[in-house]
C-alpha cells in the first residue's frame, strides 16, 4: 500500500507485508543492508545486486570512520551518480547509509527499507541523516531525504522484543505530540503492535516534515521526550535503548508540563506510562549526570547553552514548545524517578 504524502513530498512511503523486488531503482543500485536480513531478503526471492555491502554497524559505531569504507567501495565499483543506494536496516544502518549517499559524488538518490519498528515509524523518514561524534549523538549529518520509504512488516519478525518495545515509545510519542489519549493509551497496553500505528505515526510525521524540512519551528514537536531521553541515553553509555530513552523522556516532559502550569496528566494516564518503564529503572542516571548533557543539548537556543527548548505535552491536546533552563528537568527526574518506584511497589 503506498501512503498518502503530502503533494510534492520528496519520498514516496509504502508500508507493505513482504519484500517486493517492483519497488526496487530501475536503473542502477547497490544496496547496504543488515547481514542480520540476508537471508529474509534473499528469502523472499529479492535481488542481491553486485557490489552488495552487508554490513553489522552496532549503535557505538554510527561514526564517520563507518562509513568511510563503503564510500571507497562504491568510488572502486565505480558506481556512478544516477546509482541509487538502498539502504536495509535499523536506524543505525539507514542513518549512516543515507548520509553515504548524501556524500558519495556530493550526493546520489538512495532508497530506505527500515527493517526496525522503530526506523519504520520515525527513523526512516524526513530525511536526516547523521552519525555520531565523541561530543554526542548525530552531531554531524546531512538532510537528504531517501526518493523511497519501503517499509514491510514482515521483517519484523525476527526483531527481538525488547527492539519492538522500543520502537513503540516513538509512537507513543506522536500520540502525544496530537494530544491523542486515547491513542496513547491503547498503545501502551500489552498486544501486538498494529500496523495501522505505523501508519497513522508515518502520515503525520510526513505532514510535519514536508511543512518545516529544516526543523525551523513545527518539526521540533518531533522531539517530545528527546531532550531529557538524549541526556539519559547518554549517561546510561548507551545501555538504554533510543526508544527507551525518548519513553523516559515522555514521562518527563508530562511531569514538567504540570511544573509549567499546563494541563496535568490524569493518574489514569501516568501510571500505565510508568509500569512500562519500571524496568528501565536501573538504567536511570542519577540527575548530575544528566545536568551538563542537557546543557549542551544540540537544540539548545542560546550561545551558552543557558536555555533549552523544551517539548511540553498536554493532555487531551497538542505539544508546545517552550524554551527553559536545563535545570528545570531537575525536579521532573527526581519525580519520575519516584513514580516508577511506586509502581514498583504497587506491582
Ligand atoms: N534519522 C532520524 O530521523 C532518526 C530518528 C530516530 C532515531 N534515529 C536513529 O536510529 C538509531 C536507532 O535505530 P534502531 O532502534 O533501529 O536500532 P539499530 O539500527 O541499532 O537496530 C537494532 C538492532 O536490531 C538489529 N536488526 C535490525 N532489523 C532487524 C530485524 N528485522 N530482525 C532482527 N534484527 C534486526 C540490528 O542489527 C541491531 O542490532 C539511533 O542511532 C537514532 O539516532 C534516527
Known sequence: MRLATPSGFATEVFL?????????PEGAWTLVGDLRL????????????????WVAVPEEEKKLRTVIPWLEHWASVPLHRDATVVALGGGVLTDLAGLAASLYLRGVAWQVWPTTLLAMADAALG???????????????AFHSPRRLVACTDLLASLPE????????ELIK???????????LEMLQEGPVKIAWVERALAF??????????????????NLGHTLGHALEAASGYRLLHGEAVGLGLLGSC???EEQGLKPFPPGFLEPLARRLVPLIPLIAPWPDCLPLLARDKK?????????QCILPRSGEPAVQRALPPQAWESPHARLLSLLHQETVRA
Open 255 to 257: 511531569l514538567l508540563a
Open 205 to 222: 510525521k510526513a505532514g510535519v516534515v514536508h511543512r518545516d524540512p529544516r526543523e525551523a519551528g513545527e518539526r521540533r514537536l518531533l
Open 174 to 184: 506522536t500520540a502525544l505530540i496530537l494530544g491523542e489519549m486515547a491513542w496513547a
Open 16 to 24: 507493505l507485508e513482504g519484500p517486493d523486488r517492483e519497488l526496487l
Open 127 to 141: 530525511g536526516k541523516t547523521g552519525a555520531d561524534l565523541s561530543a554526542g549523538k548525530n552531531l554531524v549529518g
Open 162 to 169: 525488547r527492539h519492538l518495545d522500543n520502537g513503540r515509545w
Open 300 to 308: 539548545a537556543t542560546h550561545a551558552a547553552g543557558t536555555e533549552i
Open 38 to 53: 540476508r537471508e529474509a531478503w534473499v528469502g523472499a526471492g529479492m535481488p542481491e545486486p553486485d557490489h552488495a555491502l
